[in-house]
Nanobody
Framework: QVQLVESGGGLAQAGGSLTLSCAAS????????MAWWRQAPGKPRERVAQ???????SYANSVKDRFTVTRDNANNTVFLQMNSLKPEDTAVYYC????????????????WGQGTQVTVSS
């Protein structure tokens, strides 16, 4: 089984910064991509940023040039550096591991973290 543990959420002022971390643990052979999603109250979950095993990144338009996603493949950890935060960035942020291949079974599966709250005050 795989666990994703997020950390780094909290309260920030508008214009401030926060860094989120997500560590994947378990019998992991490989992870195709890791991503950050967020969900604000009353809104659907949206993908904020993604990084593939090879380092390719993609971002939602709403966070481009403000957020940066990086990855430590050796430790199966993904980071989200969030700068110039806005009140509309307030949401629960979820880590997602895409196409995880385990050392113990064949095939692949996706996993989600439990979420971490980010609140940005104006």
């Amino acid at each position: 089984q795989v666990q994703l543990v997020e950390s780094g959420g909290g309260l920030a002022q508008a214009g401030g910064s926060l860094t989120l971390s997500c560590a994947a643990s378990g019998s992991i052979f490989s992870i195709h991509a890791m991503a950050w999603w967020r969900q604000a109250p009353g809104k659907p979950r949206e993908r904020v940023a993604q990084i593939t095993w090879s380092g390719g990144t993609s971002y939602a338009n709403s966070v481009k040039d403000r957020f940066t996603v990086t990855r430590d493949n050796a430790n199966n950890t993904v980071f989200l550096q969030m700068n110039s935060l806005k009140p509309e960035d307030t949401a629960v942020y979820y880590c997602h591991a895409d196409k995880v291949v385990l050392t113990t079974t064949s095939g692949w599966k996706d996993y989600w973290g439990q979420g971490t709250q980010v609140t940005v005050s104006s």
